[in-house]
């Protein structure tokens, strides 16, 4: 059974999410559309690029992954179709794969041109309706990837620093995300720590002690640092609002400083 997933900015309030799906339904009977989010932060590409890079390994291989997170829509952005880590995508060429691509290899890249992956007349400022859903629904119904159109060539990436050693056992990383409920995510993989031990985090005027398994290895309201369910380092405060409480911000550099385990 074919399998689409939806990632926008689009939110819950307008008919623009239904109005993908409508074409997702009718160029591909049968197929199953699962919702990412559209609660991404109005053009907040690097927001896209986070939470598809959270999600789509957990789906089964070749499923088509939608992402509308659009600022240049209707400008010279490439429209592309990309095959990585098992994985299908459709969205636009603006780094939305930025960190999905670090840790899975690409398999290939199309820039969309074939007029039968799209909807005619193509509106200038609705790709998500006329392009990147029809485009899905021919990918998920079985079409070639390489009718989609022309090799891609390399792809826009954003700048978004990695975590790198900048002295012995100190560990260097940033911000990159705050979630709903406050916690700060951080840059840093778990494989980058493997067989250390975190004697201290340092994020702005705030310094915090060890590392923990859970929220509740902590007392309430207490700062905990610990691996997210996605495994990178997350700064949070239990039952709070670490953000907040704390005024953590996306982009605020960090220092990991660790022993030999």
Known sequence: MPLITLTTDFGERDPYVAAMKGVLYRECPGVTVADLSHAIAPQDVMEGALFMAGAAAYFPEDTVHVAVVDPGVGTQRRPIAVSAGGQRFVCPDNGLLTLWLRTNALDAARVITNPDFMCHPLSATFHGRDLFAPAAACLARGELFETVGEDAGELVALDVSEAAWVADHVLSGEIIHLDRFGNAVTNIPRQMLRNLCVECVQAGEH?????????????????????????????ALRNGNAAQTLRLERGMPLAVTCTAA
């Open 207 to 235: 310094r915090f002690k060890g590392l923990s398994a859970t929220y509740s290895d902590v007392e309430e309201g207490a700062p905990v640092v610990l691996f997210s369910s996605t495994d990178y380092l997350e700064i």
